[in-house]
């Protein structure tokens, strides 16, 4: 498992949360990573920022994960 923060767990949500979003008949065409967010010294406190009107990673896997479950129904 990656550690929040590494792009490699960003894009890996992104690619979850289209998915799950994809399932479910949605998609987001500006659903992507924030490159921005790992410009700086440190990286990213609570992970990258996933665009889509800017969410931390945390709450793009709970949405993921919410939307998984309803596509299962």
């Given at each position: 498992m990656?550690?929040?923060g590494d792009p490699h767990d960003v894009q890996?949500?992104?690619?979850q949360l289209?998915?799950?979003l994809e399932a479910n008949g949605i998609t987001?065409?500006?659903l992507g990573v924030e490159a921005a967010a790992f410009a700086g010294t440190?990286?990213?406190r609570h992970g990258?920022?996933?665009a889509l009107g800017n969410c931390n990673t945390a709450t793009?896997?709970?949405l993921a994960k919410?939307?998984?479950k309803a596509a299962e129904r």
């Open positions: 990656t550690h929040h890996d949500c992104v690619d289209r998915t799950a987001l065409p500006s440190y990286p990213p990258g920022l996933v793009a896997h709970k919410a939307l998984d």
